[in-house]
């Protein structure tokens, strides 16, 4: 089931802060004292420990395979420039993304099942070792590379930053909408798709864009019926379908989609079905390479096939008349009551036979579910399931053998999450006091704001930490505002700038004679 991405999530609230700070400068007519300055870094601080928490002490290579969120290193696996030349894909556990690789280009590809941490092995560069391993030749900690790596590692298209049916480069900053993750019965090896991410509109054969042909679509219709209106007639409708639409609803989003504004997530496409209605969903790829489950569209815990492309509807015949088509409809209706009749029937029949002690059907027609459910749709469709999915399907010695070769159809997997950090929200209920100095604990939650970007500042923060604790404290301790020409005379005392010095000096006595004959006057940093 679609779930809150980690993008969504840190994208959401590096904005937050951003624009809380924005406010606060422009709120505030007045300076902040340093102490008013400081509690806000706490705020900060508070939000960027809420959106990533986790220790990046420990990498799980140690754990062997598990269902984790994994990561992929642009800058040491470059995607190919192009298809067929050599590539070797790796991926890395969230705390080797943060420790060993913070300062490269990073693709979250999120939760991937059997999966062990490839940071220190041969798939990566050993000018790119892991930082938080054992090494086994120095017995200290670092340094790890070139080991071997687990063979049993799958990947596909998502470590090259490319997701869904139509490769996109997903960019968390750019891109609008909600994307889902199939949950994968196959790897690409095998025809399945590996557990990628889907656009809504990719699964319904309209494309990831399908929202703009849409509007455009309307700006044409309203366009020509104002020009209709104009020359003193109405248009007729004219329905048209866009190159690269499929026949899945199309005509119903011409006629009447709203699509939202630029800056608001876009509608759901045409046939696809409310979140609230499922759990999760099986791509069209991995229904294909496993065509057994197709059989169960529409039964008690699914839905109704969603179809990636609407078969054809033959035209009727020309020497057919209205009454034999209106006949044909009628008879049509008539099987498909028959039909719905005879396969509750069957059901009933079914679950009315008595059960034997290792759960088989004594008196039904048969122990397996399959013989008595619908023929499967024909065409390619995505299954979307509902919570209790896995109760519905048919446990027969037939069927349990194909389930056994994907045990997350049997029972909902464990998902490994790294230890909660020492210093995070959980220990101090979302507080950030007694977790150790307040720049200390600025620095980790800079370390822990966008890792892909921020995590770059670091290397300024760390210089300026030692500089800034004295001048901040200072002001802290006694409440008084922290004025223009401290900031400057001190920041011009860090670049060694002795002009500056002299001038900084030199204002802050004339701003301190001019106080004496007019007040206070002091001049202060606003919004600092």
């Not at 199309?250 to 079905?273: L, S």
């Not at 704001?449 to 300024?460: K, L, P, S, T, Y």
Request: charged content about 25%.
């Amino acid at each position: 089931m679609d779930t809150p991405s980690i993008a969504e999530t840190k994208t959401e609230r590096v904005t937050g802060r951003s624009n809380s700070f924005s406010q606060q400068s422009r709120a505030s007519d007045d300076s902040q004292t340093a102490a008013d300055f400081l509690r806000d870094q706490e705020i900060l601080e508070a939000d960027a420990r809420e959106a990533l928490p986790y220790s990046i002490e420990t990498c799980t290579k140690i754990l062997g395979p598990l269902r984790q969120n994994v990561f992929a290193c642009l800058t040491c696996n470059p995607a190919p420039a192009k298809a067929g030349d050599a590539w070797t894909p790796a991926g890395m556990c969230y705390a080797c993304s943060v420790s060993c690789h913070g300062e490269h280009t990073l693709v979250e590809i999120f939760q991937k099942r059997n999966f062990t941490c490839d940071c220190g092995t041969t798939r990566i560069p050993s000018t790119s070792p892991c930082t938080l391993r054992i090494n086994s030749e120095t017995n200290t900690k670092g340094n790890v590379h070139s080991e071997e790596p687990d063979a049993n590692n799958k990947y596909n298209h998502n470590f090259k930053n490319r997701f869904c049916g139509c490769e996109c480069d997903y960019d968390p900053f750019q891109q609008k909408g909600t994307m889902f993750q199939c949950l994968g019965l196959g790897t690409q090896e095998t025809g399945g798709c590996g557990e990628d991410w889907y656009h809504p509109g990719c699964l319904v054969g309209m494309g990831p864009k399908w929202y703009e042909q849409m509007s455009n679509s309307k700006s044409k219709l309203a366009s020509r019926e104002t020009e209709g209106h104009t020359n003193g007639s109405i248009l007729e409708t004219i329905t048209e379908k866009d190159e690269g639409q499929s026949n899945n609803g199309a005509a119903e989003a011409a006629r009447g989609v709203a699509v939202e504004d630029e800056d608001d997530e876009p509608p759901m496409p045409p046939g696809f079905p409310s979140e609230d209605d499922f759990e999760g969903f099986l791509c069209y790829k991995c229904l294909d390479a496993n065509p057994w489950i197709k059989q169960y569209a529409g039964t008690s815990g699914f839905l109704p096939a969603i179809f990636l492309e609407q078969p054809e509807v033959a035209a009727p015949s020309p020497s057919n008349d209205s009454t034999a088509t209106a006949a044909s409809k009628k008879r049509k209706a008539e099987d498909d009551t028959d039909e719905e009749q005879s396969y509750a029937k069957r059901i009933k029949s079914e679950s009315e036979a008595p059960i034997s002690e290792d759960g088989a059907r004594k008196d039904g027609p048969t122990s397996c579910k399959l013989p008595n459910l619908p023929a499967a749709p024909k065409g390619r469709f995505s299954l979307f399931f509902k919570e209790d999915f896995r109760e519905k399907l048919c446990h027969c010695s037939d069927c349990y053998s194909k389930l056994n070769a994907h045990p997350q159809l049997l029972e909902e997997e464990e998902v490994y999450e790294p230890p909660l950090s020492n210093d995070g929200a959980s220990q101090h209920g979302g507080s950030t006091h007694g977790s150790g100095s307040l720049l200390d604990r600025g620095e980790s939650a800079l370390r822990n704001m966008d890792r892909v970007r921020a995590i770059e500042g670091v290397m300024a923060y760390n210089h300026l930490k030692e500089q800034l604790t004295p001048f901040f404290k200072q002001f802290a301790e006694s409440g008084k505002a922290v004025g223009a020409e401290d900031i400057k005379a001190y920041f011009a005392k860090l670049r060694g700038d002795e002009q500056g010095i002299r001038e900084a000096g030199e204002a802050a006595a004339s701003s301190k004679k001019n106080g004496d004959e007019e007040g206070d006057g002091r001049r202060e940093q606003s919004g600092y």
